[in-house]
């Protein structure tokens, strides 16, 4: 059966992403949890130890606190309270920090350092995993054993105000609450405010004993203009205020003889250099933990703060309130909460939190019983068995005293031995799954790569023996046996995986895709064997390659080799900043040996004829003498021409490397120098506003001139009058000015700037698609389609200005420029054929994704622009923003490989067919590299902090490629049933 290229292409890829999604299935562990069905109970709480007849106590330790208050403020990174900056940005927190009874800590969050799986850590106790980031924006209700749920069963009466991921997560547990939406990160006031007014009401009552409050304010500052926003301080004025009228509400309504309060000051996160937060970068995990109790000493000067783990407040809170320890919890309690405590219920706090993770110890590790940790346990439970028995026939010496604190250290040191057991153990892998995905992933790239001979011909079909496989025998024999592996697997397996829950259909459907697919594969092969060594190379019996191909080859071979170390991993940005340089020094070369190495009689403007529409500078040959018809004229006419056409053509190469290298300056990235200062934190400084907004309306005007030579006049209108309205939102926030724009607070937040944008990019979309579909059913005019897809890609250029930050308005210029010169003197004039075109914009896509910001950290993921012209959290709009906004780059540069190549009217049709296939290859390659990768690496901690953001970008990518040549085949189908 023959399939044109670009469709095979489109084909692959979509089956691909469903290979890809059946690996991250498996890939995401599901986290330790414990076998036991119930959640724990206060009557399973063990025994104190004992090695005699004694009357040691089988009830629970009495709880230390009588009321508790959980102050949760997102993002409140550790130096804002501990840093040379506390006493002026939070002066009462920090005064209690050094001069009253309290107790600080820099708590360390795992990564994901997202809301949501933070929230589950400091409740469970447990550590979520990165599949947590994708439920973080629906979650569902927590069913595992948690600090909340311990409560309510114990009849706790608790009151909620802040977040609604709480309410979404606890439903029915709080018995009075009110949640504010987290995601509209625009709002910074109300959202704080709306928790604020509940708080001197409920102070007042004395009908609750677990108050929480988050506050997600400074999250929304971070996410809109950094930690080092002129708004970051007032806020944390704001807390600090929140905290003193908290501590002296709880102070004067302390009753002599009750049990002491307890205040707690912690956030769920930090916040990176740049606002965000996501990663597992030391301004994103460390947190600060401050705990204010009359239980505490008070101290006489400000102390190092010390070091925990943020899963460890949950065991300290539960055993504090007289609770069980949720069965999940990998925590351990702090032990400078129980210091004035007694010995005895010291030892049996620590005791109980032993238990509780020893128990959980068995259920994740076959051999628990040759963990240090555990026979540490073992041998400090003996120890404490000793010291009862001796206190228990009333020894009150020094002896003794000295025994328990030996008791004491030998359970501290068994608590922290088996939590870092358990918190290797971040999750079972389905390995079924992840090798089932990577084997599909794998035979569509071979099928791939045997296809590419005949895709890159010039019929741009390829031949897929579909109906001899599905008719051989040995398809029906290789179902036959994968589906008896599939039982065999799903029937003995001690842990259930993901791929044996699904539906039998769906299971035999995938069983006979891959049988057929290793039938076409062997099929393919053996054709290819039997036609020799001429058909492999292709036509002609050999492919010349060029000094450019082999760097592009070599490039893009070099750049899948390099994911397999984490440091390239997390500078990818390097790699892509050094091929662009070699590009464009290669691609110098070719311009030199073309204008001034071979003979003159070759030409040097020669392939533009017929497309001056494409033209961004006019050359001199394009104008007429005037008054003249003589052929010296005419001859020195062309030959400026041809002479200004050859200068331009030389310093497209060196212009491109420069302004990459400009561009590369706006944004640092990466893990390494992402908190180094860079021209946009320079631009964003409130001292350079007025170059700031020069430099977004310079941007801005060239972005149209750029833009709308392509597009019909009632594009042009609407794309003038979008930007403007872009330069307005900009200004209407603030990040830019106008000239007569007054000082002052802003009567509007840009929404309706924002939306009088969207009716233009609206207009121009609808427009574009109106003659791209006129061309494709009702007339047969070229030059109509490719109006239509320029003003596609004008509409989706106008979106993107929107959503870009005003400092990276300089990087979709820049790219506009780049795009233009190489398209008019570049790939036209050297006559490049579409996969040298093809691979030249993936690259530049790759490193415009990093020149805007991004990386392969979840962290520099911009939420705030999925709230661009909305007033409330609305899901499908915010994901589709942000997500656009995160791969402009990308899609920009695949948007005009389709335009470009689209126009090419006199070069060869199957130009399209071409270059779909070159991106599809070029995104299976180092995606198939990746996952064999990490397959291998799967042990290994340090992927959740690097290779797992990596992994998600990699199937957005192919996601995004596989739209693209969707898109391709739509426009080459419609072309070839035009010719036809």
């Given at each position: 059966m023959k399939v044109r290229s670009s469709v095979f292409a489109s084909f692959i890829l979509i089956f691909e992403v469903f290979g890809i999604a059946l690996f991250l299935r498996g890939f995401f562990p599901v986290p330790v949890k414990s076998s036991l069905p119930s959640k724990s109970k206060l009557s399973d709480m063990p025994t104190e130890p004992s090695t005699g007849v004694s009357h040691n106590s089988s009830e629970p330790p009495q709880p230390i606190f009588n009321k508790v208050v959980i102050m949760l403020v997102d993002a409140l990174r550790e130096d804002f309270v501990f840093g040379p900056n506390g006493p002026t940005h939070m002066p009462y927190t920090r005064q209690l920090v050094e001069r009253a009874s309290t107790h600080s800590f820099i708590a360390k969050a795992r990564a994901p350092t997202v809301t949501m799986p933070r929230i589950k850590a400091i409740t469970t106790g447990s550590i979520p995993g990165f599949i947590d980031v994708i439920m973080n924006l629906n979650s569902p209700a927590l069913l595992e054993d948690n600090l909340i749920w311990q409560a309510k069963t114990a009849g706790k009466r608790m009151v909620f105000y802040g977040d609604d991921t709480w309410v979404r997560l606890f439903p029915k547990h709080f018995m009075e609450y009110d949640g504010t939406t987290s995601f509209f990160v625009s709002d910074y006031t109300e959202v704080d405010n709306n928790v604020t007014r509940h708080l001197d009401s409920t102070l007042k009552r004395d009908d609750w004993d677990i108050l929480i409050l988050h506050y997600l304010g400074l999250d929304h500052i971070g996410h809109i203009s950094g930690p080092h926003s002129s708004l970051v301080p007032p806020k944390l004025l704001e807390m600090d205020d929140v905290l003193k009228r908290i501590h002296g509400s709880l102070i004067l309504k302390e009753a002599e003889g009750s049990l002491p309060y307890l205040l707690v000051l912690c956030g769920d996160h930090g916040m990176s250099e740049t606002g965000s937060h996501g990663g597992s970068s030391e301004a994103e995990v460390n947190t600060p933990l401050v705990l204010i109790s009359p239980a505490f000493k008070r101290k006489v000067g400000m102390e190092k703060p010390g070091t925990v783990e943020q899963v460890d407040l949950s065991p300290t809170l539960a055993l504090g309130l007289g609770l069980p320890i949720p069965q999940n919890s990998v925590g351990r309690v702090i032990p400078a909460v129980l210091e004035e405590t007694s010995l005895r219920d010291q030892l049996r706090f620590l005791h109980l939190n032993g238990h509780q993770l020893s128990c959980l110890l068995k259920d994740s590790i076959p051999a628990y019983e040759k963990d240090a940790g555990f026979e540490q346990f073992r041998v400090a439970e003996k120890s404490h068995g000793n010291w009862m028995k001796l206190y228990m026939e009333g020894n009150t010496s020094e002896v003794l005293t000295n025994m328990g604190k030996k008791v004491l250290k030998q359970y501290m040191e068994a608590l922290a031995a088996m939590s870092a057991a358990l918190s290797k153990q971040l999750g079972k892998y389905d390995m079924y799954s992840m090798t089932a995905g990577m084997v599909f992933v794998f035979q569509l790239l071979l099928v791939l790569l045997l296809a590419m001979p005949e895709a890159l011909s010039g019929a741009a079909e390829v031949d897929v023996p579909v109906l001899s496989a599905l008719l051989s025998l040995p398809f029906y024999l290789l179902c036959l046996l994968l589906a008896s592996a599939h039982v065999l697997v799903c029937t003995s397996a001690e842990s259930s995986c993901y791929f044996c829950s699904l539906s039998w259909g769906l299971v035999f459907a995938a069983v006979a895709f891959s049988s057929a697919l290793f039938c076409i594969l062997v099929s393919m092969a053996t054709r290819r064997l039997s036609q020799g060594p001429k058909m492999i190379l292709g036509k002609g019996g050999e492919w010349s390659l060029s000094e450019l191909d082999v760097v592009l080859l070599v490039g893009s071979a070099g750049h899948t080799v390099s994911l397999a170390a984490s440091s390239f991993v997390e500078e990818e940005h390097q790699t892509w900043y050094f091929l662009l340089s070699t590009l464009c020094l290669a691609v110098f070369q070719d311009v030199c040996r073309k204008y001034f190495r071979e003979e003159r009689g070759g030409g040097g403007g020669g392939g533009g004829s017929g497309d001056d529409e494409d033209h961004l500078l006019p050359t001199k040959g394009c104008h007429p003498s005037r008054g003249s018809s003589s052929s010296d004229h005419s001859h020195t006419a062309l030959r400026a021409g041809i002479f200004s056409e050859r200068w331009l053509a030389l310093a497209t190469p060196p212009f491109t490397l420069t302004c990459c290298r400009i561009l590369r300056s706006l944004n640092q990235t990466g893990v390494q120098w992402a908190h180094v200062p860079d021209m946009g934190h320079w631009l964003n400084s409130s001292e350079h506003g007025v170059v700031l907004s020069l430099v977004a309306a310079f941007s801005l005007v060239l972005i149209y001139f750029l833009v709308q030579r392509r597009c019909s006049w009632v594009s042009k209108v609407a794309l003038a009058l979008g930007l403007l309205g872009v330069y307005s939102y900009r200004a209407a926030v603030g990040n830019v000015s106008f000239p007569w724009q007054h000082a002052g607070p802003s009567t509007s937040k840009g929404t309706v700037e924002a939306?009088?944008?969207?009716?233009?990019?609206?207009?121009?979309?609808?427009?574009?698609?109106?003659?791209?579909?006129?061309?494709?059913?009702?007339?047969?005019?070229?030059?109509?389609?490719?109006?239509?897809?320029?003003?596609?890609?004008?509409?989706?250029?106008?979106?993107?200005?929107?959503?870009?930050?005003?400092?990276?308005?300089?990087?979709?210029?820049?790219?506009?420029?780049?795009?233009?010169?190489?398209?008019?003197?570049?790939?036209?004039?050297?006559?490049?054929?579409?996969?040298?075109?093809?691979?030249?914009?993936?690259?530049?896509?790759?490193?415009?994704?990093?020149?805007?910001?991004?990386?392969?950290?979840?962290?520099?993921?911009?939420?705030?622009?999925?709230?661009?012209?909305?007033?409330?959290?609305?899901?499908?709009?915010?994901?589709?923003?942000?997500?656009?906004?995160t791969y402009a780059g990308p899609l920009l540069w695949a948007c005009h490989l389709v335009c470009y190549l689209s126009s090419e009217r006199h070069r060869s049709p199957v130009m399209m067919a071409h270059g779909c296939y070159c991106l599809a290859l070029l995104r299976s390659v180092p995606v198939a590299a990746y996952i064999l990768l990490i397959t291998a690496l799967r042990y290994h901690l340090f992927i959740w902090s690097v290779f797992s953001p990596k992994l998600l970008y990699e199937a957005m990518h192919i996601l995004l490629t596989a739209g693209v040549c969707l898109f391709f085949s739509t426009v080459e189908q419609g072309h070839s049933s035009g010719k036809s």
């Amino acid at each position: 059966m023959k399939v044109r290229s670009s469709v095979f292409a489109s084909f692959i890829l979509i089956f691909e992403v469903f290979g890809i999604a059946l690996f991250l299935r498996g890939f995401f562990p599901v986290p330790v949890k414990s076998s036991l069905p119930s959640k724990s109970k206060l009557s399973d709480m063990p025994t104190e130890p004992s090695t005699g007849v004694s009357h040691n106590s089988s009830e629970p330790p009495q709880p230390i606190f009588n009321k508790v208050v959980i102050m949760l403020v997102d993002a409140l990174r550790e130096d804002f309270v501990f840093g040379p900056n506390g006493p002026t940005h939070m002066p009462y927190t920090r005064q209690l920090v050094e001069r009253a009874s309290t107790h600080s800590f820099i708590a360390k969050a795992r990564a994901p350092t997202v809301t949501m799986p933070r929230i589950k850590a400091i409740t469970t106790g447990s550590i979520p995993g990165f599949i947590d980031v994708i439920m973080n924006l629906n979650s569902p209700a927590l069913l595992e054993d948690n600090l909340i749920w311990q409560a309510k069963t114990a009849g706790k009466r608790m009151v909620f105000y802040g977040d609604d991921t709480w309410v979404r997560l606890f439903p029915k547990h709080f018995m009075e609450y009110d949640g504010t939406t987290s995601f509209f990160v625009s709002d910074y006031t109300e959202v704080d405010n709306n928790v604020t007014r509940h708080l001197d009401s409920t102070l007042k009552r004395d009908d609750w004993d677990i108050l929480i409050l988050h506050y997600l304010g400074l999250d929304h500052i971070g996410h809109i203009s950094g930690p080092h926003s002129s708004l970051v301080p007032p806020k944390l004025l704001e807390m600090d205020d929140v905290l003193k009228r908290i501590h002296g509400s709880l102070i004067l309504k302390e009753a002599e003889g009750s049990l002491p309060y307890l205040l707690v000051l912690c956030g769920d996160h930090g916040m990176s250099e740049t606002g965000s937060h996501g990663g597992s970068s030391e301004a994103e995990v460390n947190t600060p933990l401050v705990l204010i109790s009359p239980a505490f000493k008070r101290k006489v000067g400000m102390e190092k703060p010390g070091t925990v783990e943020q899963v460890d407040l949950s065991p300290t809170l539960a055993l504090g309130l007289g609770l069980p320890i949720p069965q999940n919890s990998v925590g351990r309690v702090i032990p400078a909460v129980l210091e004035e405590t007694s010995l005895r219920d010291q030892l049996r706090f620590l005791h109980l939190n032993g238990h509780q993770l020893s128990c959980l110890l068995k259920d994740s590790i076959p051999a628990y019983e040759k963990d240090a940790g555990f026979e540490q346990f073992r041998v400090a439970e003996k120890s404490h068995g000793n010291w009862m028995k001796l206190y228990m026939e009333g020894n009150t010496s020094e002896v003794l005293t000295n025994m328990g604190k030996k008791v004491l250290k030998q359970y501290m040191e068994a608590l922290a031995a088996m939590s870092a057991a358990l918190s290797k153990q971040l999750g079972k892998y389905d390995m079924y799954s992840m090798t089932a995905g990577m084997v599909f992933v794998f035979q569509l790239l071979l099928v791939l790569l045997l296809a590419m001979p005949e895709a890159l011909s010039g019929a741009a079909e390829v031949d897929v023996p579909v109906l001899s496989a599905l008719l051989s025998l040995p398809f029906y024999l290789l179902c036959l046996l994968l589906a008896s592996a599939h039982v065999l697997v799903c029937t003995s397996a001690e842990s259930s995986c993901y791929f044996c829950s699904l539906s039998w259909g769906l299971v035999f459907a995938a069983v006979a895709f891959s049988s057929a697919l290793f039938c076409i594969l062997v099929s393919m092969a053996t054709r290819r064997l039997s036609q020799g060594p001429k058909m492999i190379l292709g036509k002609g019996g050999e492919w010349s390659l060029s000094e450019l191909d082999v760097v592009l080859l070599v490039g893009s071979a070099g750049h899948t080799v390099s994911l397999a170390a984490s440091s390239f991993v997390e500078e990818e940005h390097q790699t892509w900043y050094f091929l662009l340089s070699t590009l464009c020094l290669a691609v110098f070369q070719d311009v030199c040996r073309k204008y001034f190495r071979e003979e003159r009689g070759g030409g040097g403007g020669g392939g533009g004829s017929g497309d001056d529409e494409d033209h961004l500078l006019p050359t001199k040959g394009c104008h007429p003498s005037r008054g003249s018809s003589s052929s010296d004229h005419s001859h020195t006419a062309l030959r400026a021409g041809i002479f200004s056409e050859r200068w331009l053509a030389l310093a497209t190469p060196p212009f491109t490397l420069t302004c990459c290298r400009i561009l590369r300056s706006l944004n640092q990235t990466g893990v390494q120098w992402a908190h180094v200062p860079d021209m946009g934190h320079w631009l964003n400084s409130s001292e350079h506003g007025v170059v700031l907004s020069l430099v977004a309306a310079f941007s801005l005007v060239l972005i149209y001139f750029l833009v709308q030579r392509r597009c019909s006049w009632v594009s042009k209108v609407a794309l003038a009058l979008g930007l403007l309205g872009v330069y307005s939102y900009r200004a209407a926030v603030g990040n830019v000015s106008f000239p007569w724009q007054h000082a002052g607070p802003s009567t509007s937040k840009g929404t309706v700037e924002a939306r009088f944008v969207y009716i233009f990019v609206l207009g121009i979309l609808f427009t574009g698609s109106k003659d791209l579909l006129r061309s494709q059913i009702l007339t047969v005019d070229a030059r109509l389609k490719s109006r239509g897809l320029w003003e596609i890609y004008s509409g989706l250029v106008l979106l993107v200005s929107l959503l870009f930050r005003a400092h990276n308005l300089p990087v979709l210029c820049g790219g506009l420029l780049i795009q233009s010169l190489m398209a008019q003197f570049i790939w036209k004039k050297l006559h490049y054929d579409a996969a040298q075109i093809t691979i030249m914009h993936y690259w530049f896509g790759q490193a415009f994704f990093f020149f805007q910001g991004n990386s392969n950290n979840i962290a520099t993921v911009d939420i705030s622009v999925g709230f661009v012209g909305l007033e409330s959290y609305v899901e499908a709009p915010a994901i589709f923003l942000t997500a656009l906004s995160t791969y402009a780059g990308p899609l920009l540069w695949a948007c005009h490989l389709v335009c470009y190549l689209s126009s090419e009217r006199h070069r060869s049709p199957v130009m399209m067919a071409h270059g779909c296939y070159c991106l599809a290859l070029l995104r299976s390659v180092p995606v198939a590299a990746y996952i064999l990768l990490i397959t291998a690496l799967r042990y290994h901690l340090f992927i959740w902090s690097v290779f797992s953001p990596k992994l998600l970008y990699e199937a957005m990518h192919i996601l995004l490629t596989a739209g693209v040549c969707l898109f391709f085949s739509t426009v080459e189908q419609g072309h070839s049933s035009g010719k036809s």
